[in-house]
T-cell receptor
Framework: GIQVEQSPPDLILQEGANSTLRCNFSDSVNNLQWFHQNPWGQLINLFYIPSGTKQNGRLSATTVATERYSLLYISSSQTTDSGVYFC???????????FGKGTLLTVNP | GAVVSQHPSWVICKSGTSVKIECRSLDFQATTMFWYRQFPKQSLMLMATSNEGSKATYEQGVEKDKFLINHASLTLSTLTVTSAHPEDSSFYICSAGRTSGGATDTQYFGPGTRLTVL
């Protein structure tokens, strides 16, 4: 099956710093989503981005489908950004998402 | 928009009992819902795909007789863990697929249900 690799696995930042999270995938996809899982377990949709670039406030994402990777940018990080960031992809007509292992982000005050 | 609820948010039960978890899409209709399982500090693993009005499709290794799924309406899917054992303790998360242009292109997730089997 399709492989999804996220890096780095862990990231510690000081409040105000910027960061880039990466998601590599092994085959063409028709759906790529970025999620933030907060400490209570809720997954929050950040971006639906099978290709191109999107921005939402301090967050932005870029997917280069031809090179099979996606990047999530977090600028001016805040302590509330802490949690696990997941990249998930699907391909074909079944719409089943395959999740990466996530990046655990800790933002210290 | 695109809110998904789950009930209960946590449950503790004795070994051998059955537990039902509900997943509802509150402000949209979901032809397809998905059930995931997440162990501590691990990623989400898809258990099954639930389609309204038809039988669920289970992933390899998931026992369909143990994890009963019913998708009775376009806004409700249920997961019943039958004869629960301590190894079934986990965080169960559902998602509902939102369709546009004929494709289920975005999944929205419920808040999860933490199951502890004693």
């Amino acid at each position: 099956g399709i492989q999804v690799e996220q890096s780095p696995p862990d990231l510690i930042l000081q409040e105000g710093a910027n960061s880039t999270l990466r998601c590599n995938f092994s085959d063409s996809v028709n759906n790529l989503q970025w999620f933030h899982q907060n400490p209570w377990g809720q997954l929050i949709n950040l971006f639906y981005i099978p290709s191109g670039t999107k921005q939402n406030g301090r967050l932005s994402a870029t997917t280069v489908a031809t090179e099979r990777y996606s990047l999530l940018y977090i600028s001016s990080s805040q302590t509330t950004d802490s949690g696990v960031y997941f990249c998930a992809i699907s391909r074909g007509s079944n719409y089943k998402l395959t999740f990466g292992k996530g990046t655990l982000l800790t933002v210290n005050p | 928009g695109a809110v998904v609820s789950q009930h209960p948010s946590w449950v503790i039960c004795k070994s051998g009992t059955s537990v039902k978890i509900e997943c509802r899409s509150l402000d949209f209709q979901a032809t397809t819902m998905f059930w995931y399982r997440q162990f501590p500090k691990q990623s989400l693993m898809l258990m099954a795909t639930s389609n309204e009005g038809s039988k669920a499709t289970y992933e390899q290794g998931v026992e369909k007789d143990k994890f009963l799924i019913n998708h009775a309406s376009l806004t409700l899917s249920t997961l019943t863990v039958t004869s629960a054992h301590p190894e079934d303790s986990s965080f169960y998360i559902c998602s509902a697929g939102r369709t546009s242009g004929g494709a289920t292109d975005t999944q929205y997730f419920g808040p999860g249900t933490r199951l502890t089997v004693l």
